[in-house]
């Protein structure tokens, strides 16, 4: 089971920091990403942490604003997301899945576990 928090309201410009945290599985034998829905449209993928090797990837929107980490001892993910703009207000959902291949990492479809997203708004 994945649990997502940190959500919230807050202004352009402004960070905030989303967390996924695991039960059950450990989330250091997954690849782990977060995605993120806007009203009407499809999942969106904003980055991932891959298990092996341990590497990073992000969408071209969120590229040099937003980090993804691990943190094995805590069996979490975190979101980290500076410089937020109001394009970035959506539903933000976390996903683990198989260690996946580089070409897959962006594809909701890959993921088996979901979490039940949180919420960031951005005002201009």
């Known amino acids: 089971q994945l649990q997502a928090s940190g959500g919230g309201l807050v202004q352009a410009g402004d960070s905030l920091r989303l967390s996924c945290a695991a039960s059950?599985?450990?989330?250091?034998?997954?690849?782990t990403a977060w995605f993120r829905q806007t009203p009407g449209k499809e999942r969106a993928f904003v980055a991932a942490?891959?298990?092996?090797?341990?590497?990073?990837h992000y969408a071209d929107s969120v590229k040099g604003r937003f980090t993804i980490s691990r943190d094995n001892a805590e069996n979490s993910v975190y979101l980290q997301m500076n410089s937020l703009k109001p394009e970035d207000t959506a539903v933000y959902y976390c996903?683990?899945?198989?260690?996946?291949?580089?070409?897959?990492?962006?594809?909701?479809?890959?993921?088996?576990?979901w979490g039940q997203g949180t919420l960031v708004t951005v005002s201009a």
């Open positions: 996903a683990a899945g198989p260690n996946l291949i580089l070409s897959s990492i962006s594809t909701a479809s890959r993921y088996n576990y």
């Open positions: 059950g599985r450990s989330l250091s034998s997954y690849t």
């Open positions: 942490i891959r298990r092996t090797p341990s590497t990073t």
